[in-house]
């Protein structure tokens, strides 16, 4: 008999040993007595090869609970008949939610072993839920696979969710942590909405009648664009009312679409599966049907930018046009006519000033002739000669004798002087 | 895009907002005389504050669903 490093049996011939034939005869030497260790590693060795004690599910009731400083989880289960000591190893325990105490009745998962110092068999458990869960649980598999062949389920059914729901239904308890968790998250999120509440039972026996109903009026009597059908969280048993067919089919049948925000995120319930969009939590559902405050004003922000970017666009192209057609009004405007004129005015009057300075020159030379032959007319200059100029007291030019009478006063001018004289003889 | 004339403080977010993105597409996408767009823009403005200030000063208006009337008026 060896055992290999890790304390398996390296053979197991002790079957025989063990077990010897009665009709064989009785060896000579009876043979060397096992050590309980080896007897108990043996036993530890056949219940761990046992696949049927490698993965069980056990119900009982918790007794002598007892959590180590070490963090492992001490218990007995038991019933009316037996009883079976387990334990929990602290990594295990750490996972487990299910707050448990004795006299809860619980149904464990693990597999069977022996703890050797004391030679006693024990569960070592793996995993745990409350009673019952193991047949709701068939109950909801069965349920689920039935609807999901009636076509409950489909994704063809599934309606997208508003992007701006202006009013929001809730369906859930007036009472409890989920409806809080909704209306804060909304009145983070998109206070502008208009949130109608429509209580009803979420748990119990009637729960399933006045979902329902609560769904049905709501739609009927407010219309909303979106509805939030919401619990906290609870054991299968509690969120049991969300897997009821009738909810399931008032879900699907629903005009407004629906968000499922029932219990936890580990939670499914059949609710979830025909409505139009599954939240983990009901804060998940506020989120899922509602835009954000914070996006929305980003988004404001953005069209914002656009309107003045363009606007700007706008007002540049405006303002080029403009330049463009001030610059074609200024050649075709009178203005630009005068400015014109004006230039071919000046060159008039510079070429009238050189042809009137050419009309002067050309009449001063013609006019300076004139004088020279005017001079040579002079009549004083032949006076100086000896002649004399005769005229009558009336002025008149004495040019014949013929023109005067005796006694007639003469006037006689001399290239010096004058001279009076009487006529006392003529012929 | 005729230029509306109802009163910005009156409309709801959704046709604020509505009318602001219809604005805002409509000055990228036609030809608009710079009148209108002065109009548009002074518009779009308006609405653009008044979709923010309804955003941020909004209380979330909560109510109950009353019961069915013809439950009263049996009862």
């Known amino acids: 008999m060896a055992f290999t490093a890790d304390g398996c049996l390296r053979r197991p011939p002790l079957k025989i040993c063990l077990k010897p034939k009665m009709d064989q005869q009785l060896p000579l030497f009876s043979p060397a007595a096992l050590t309980v260790s080896e007897l108990t590693r043996y036993l530890r060795q056949l219940m761990e090869d046992d696949k049927f004690l490698q993965d069980i599910w056990v119900y009982g009731e918790i007794s002598n609970f007892k959590r180590h400083t070490s963090g492992h989880i001490y218990l007995t289960l038991k019933d009316s008949e037996a009883s079976l000591r387990a334990v929990i190893w602290r990594n295990i325990a750490e996972r487990i939610k299910l707050p448990l105490q004795d006299g809860m009745a619980i149904e464990a998962r693990g597999y069977i072993s022996i703890y050797e110092r004391d030679g006693q068999y024990q569960l070592y458990i793996n995993m745990i839920r409350p009673a019952g869960e193991g047949r709701l649980f068939q109950e909801f598999l069965r349920l689920k696979e039935r609807l999901a062949v009636e076509g409950w389920f489909d994704l063809e059914r599934k309606r997208p969710l508003p992007q701006r729901p202006q009013k929001i239904g809730i369906v859930t308890s007036p009472t409890g942590a989920a409806l809080q968790d909704i209306l804060n998250t909304l009145r983070q999120r998109y206070p502008l909405a208009e949130v109608v509440v429509a209580p009803c039972l979420v748990q119990g026996l009637e729960a399933p009648e006045d979902i329902v109903r609560a769904l049905q009026d709501i739609n009927r009597l407010e219309k909303p664009d979106v509805i939030i059908l919401a619990r906290g969280g609870g054991s299968l048993e509690d969120l049991w009312a969300f897997n009821d067919e009738r909810v399931v089919q008032a879900v699907a049948n629903s005009p407004a679409p629906v968000i499922s925000g029932v219990g936890h995120e580990t939670d499914f319930t059949l609710a979830d599966f025909a409505a139009d969009q599954r939240a983990p939590t009901p804060t998940g559902a506020a989120v899922m049907a509602t835009p954000n405050k914070a996006e929305l004003i980003a988004e404001i922000q953005t069209l914002c930018n656009r309107l003045n970017h363009h606007f700007e666009m706008i007002l540049e192209n405006e303002t080029s046009n403009l330049k463009a057609v001030i610059h074609r009004l200024a050649r075709v405007s009178p203005l630009w006519k005068t400015q014109n004129e004006l230039q071919r005015l000046d060159q008039f009057v510079w070429r009238a000033e050189r042809a009137m300075q050419h009309q002067l020159d050309i009449r001063r030379a013609r006019w300076s002739g004139i004088e020279k032959q005017l001079q040579t007319l002079n009549p004083l200059d032949v006076l100086q000669r000896g002649f004399a100029i005769v005229s009558k007291s009336d002025g008149t030019l004495v040019r014949s004798c013929g023109d005067v009478e005796i006694h007639d006063e003469l006037n006689i001018r001399l290239s010096d002087g004058q001279i009076s004289a009487r006529v006392t003889q003529k012929g | ?75």
């Open chain 2, 1 to 75: 895009m005729p230029v509306s004339s109802a009163p910005v403080e009156q409309l709801s977010y959704e046709q604020a907002f509505a009318e602001l993105e219809s604005i805002v597409t409509s000055l990228e996408t036609e030809q608009t005389s710079l009148e209108d767009a002065i109009a548009l823009f002074e518009r779009g403005q308006l609405l653009a504050k008044h979709c923010q200030t309804l955003l941020e000063n909004a209380e979330l208006r909560i109510r109950q669903l009353s019961r069915p009337e013809e439950e009263d008026a049996e009862g």
